[in-house]
């Protein structure tokens, strides 16, 4: 039976260009390829998971504009059911361009992610977990993410955080964690260097924590031990939504098994074949038929 990831955070749409090198001040450049997709560090994630194997559940603000129902088929081809927190809204979704680097990989992004829409306050009255072996909240959603949190700690379900970057109430939704994966951006107040973030989250009693940070070595700490991992190294095409589908690799291989390190392992270098690739989800089409973890 599949494994059911449970998804909690940003549902935006996502216009994606590539382009031969960075744009200029005033400089106009015909982009080669161009893609409109769902997107959101949830979102990618939740995509991810279902692509390899399990069922996901993406639980988000989309609601009934036009726009919303390129995000609703994209969501649909990947298999990905929807649990709508405001379904009956007319506000557009959030909408991200972005300008992708071909010859390093490199993104440039600009969205106002959520900032103009209302934030739901409570769960719907279906049963979210139902058969969930994992919960990841990217922190888009705070308060649903909470109480799911609470929900799923309840249950003995793993929470999965997602630290990007510090959003406010995370303080809160970091104690009920049974890993979190933050990147070189997540600061908390007064946390400087990615050694003190950690050092943080273990003071929260957090159980497993690590750090990515692009192409450099992954750092994590158990409370049994702590070091560095290797990630492959490749010539990137685009890094756009790496750390989302490592995310949703890493949820993949953890949920039913809580391996810490090989779940770190498998989700790197599913994250880097997808870098590989233009866009975030022309990798998908590129799985290997006996699968990326072994």
Not at 127 to 141: E, F, R, S
Not at 154 to 159: F, N, T
Request: proline share 7%; glycine share 8%.
């Amino acid at each position: 039976m599949a494994k059911t990831g449970v998804f909690v955070g940003l549902i935006t749409l996502d216009c994606i260009y590539q382009t031969t090198h960075a744009l200029q001040p005033n400089e106009k450049q015909v982009a080669e390829e161009v893609l409109l997709a769902a997107g959101g560090p949830a979102t990618n994630a939740a995509i991810a998971f279902s692509a390899l194997g399990g069922h996901a559940r993406l639980v988000g603000v989309l609601g009934q504009h036009p726009l919303a129902a390129v995000v609703r088929d994209d969501l649909a081809q990947h298999g990905v059911e929807l649990v709508d927190l405001m379904p009956e809204t007319i506000t557009p979704p959030p909408f991200s361009s972005i300008v992708v680097n071909r010859t390093t990989g490199d993104r440039a992004v600009i969205s106002r992610n959520a900032t103009d829409r209302p934030i739901p306050q409570n769960l719907p009255n279906q049963d979210v977990l139902a058969n969930a072996d994992c919960l990841l909240i990217d922190g888009h959603q705070m308060v649903v993410g909470e109480q799911l949190a609470q929900q799923a700690r309840q249950q003995q379900i793993p929470v999965v955080v997602d630290g990007g970057s510090w959003k406010a109430g995370f303080e809160r939704v970091l104690p009920l964690a049974t890993v979190v994966i933050a990147s070189a951006n997540f600061s908390p107040p007064d946390v400087g260097t990615e050694q003190a973030a950690i050092a943080y989250l273990r003071s929260l009693q957090v159980p497993q924590v690590a750090v990515t940070w692009g192409d450099r070595p992954i750092l994590y700490a158990t409370p049994t031990q702590a070091g560095e991992l290797a990630v492959p190294t490749i010539q990137p095409v685009d890094t756009l939504g790496a750390g989302d589908i490592f995310h949703g690799a890493f949820c993949a291989e953890y949920a039913g098994t809580a391996d810490f390190l090989s779940a770190l392992k498998g989700a790197s270098q599913v994250a880097a074949m997808a870098c590989q690739s233009f866009g975030t989800r022309r990798w998908i089409s590129q799985l290997p038929v006996e699968g990326v973890y072994g």
